[in-house]
Nanobody
Framework: VQLQASGGGLVQPGGSLKLSCTAS????????MGWYRQPPGRQRELVAH???????SVADSVKGRFSLSRDNAKNTVYLQMNSLKPEDTAVYYC??????????????WGQGTQVTVSS
C-alpha cells in the first residue's frame, strides 16, 4: 500500500492550489483520508480529514479557505486551497487509515509535497 501525492508548488498570496493524493496497492478498505502540514521549524499539524462516511474535520486556521473531498472509486482525496497566505507555506503530507487485504489496519503517509506562498 502506498500514497502518492501531487499538486504542490509556488503561488502568490491570494492564489489557489489543488493537492491530490491517491492510494494504491492491496487495499481492502480506506477509512479516514486527509492532509497534514509541517511549516518550517514547526511540528506537523492537521489540516483536514474526511471519513469514509464523508464526515469532515477542518483546522480553524484554514476554515473557509480550504476544502477537502474524496473520490472513493479512485481512492483519492483532494485538498482545494484558496486565498492562500504566506503562513500556509509548509510541506503537506497526505494520510490515510487503510485496511489491507490481510485485514491489517494501519496509517499510511504520502511522500510530502512542498507548498510555498510568496510574492
Amino acid at each position: 500500500v502506498q500514497l502518492q501525492a501531487s499538486g504542490g508548488g509556488l503561488v502568490q498570496p491570494g492564489g489557489s492550489l489543488k493537492l491530490s493524493c491517491t492510494a494504491s496497492g492491496n487495499i481492502f478498505k480506506i477509512d479516514q483520508m486527509g492532509w497534514y502540514r509541517q511549516p518550517p521549524g514547526r511540528q506537523r499539524e492537521l489540516v483536514a480529514h474526511i471519513s469514509s462516511g464523508e464526515k469532515l474535520s477542518v483546522a480553524d486556521s484554514v476554515k473557509g479557505r480550504f476544502s477537502l473531498s474524496r473520490d472513493n472509486a479512485k481512492n483519492t482525496v483532494y485538498l482545494q486551497m484558496n486565498s492562500l497566505k504566506p503562513e500556509d507555506t509548509a510541506v503537506y503530507y497526505c494520510n490515510a487509515l487503510i485496511t489491507d487485504m490481510k485485514l491489517l489496519m494501519a496509517p499510511y503517509w504520502g511522500q510530502g509535497t512542498q507548498v510555498t506562498v510568496s510574492s
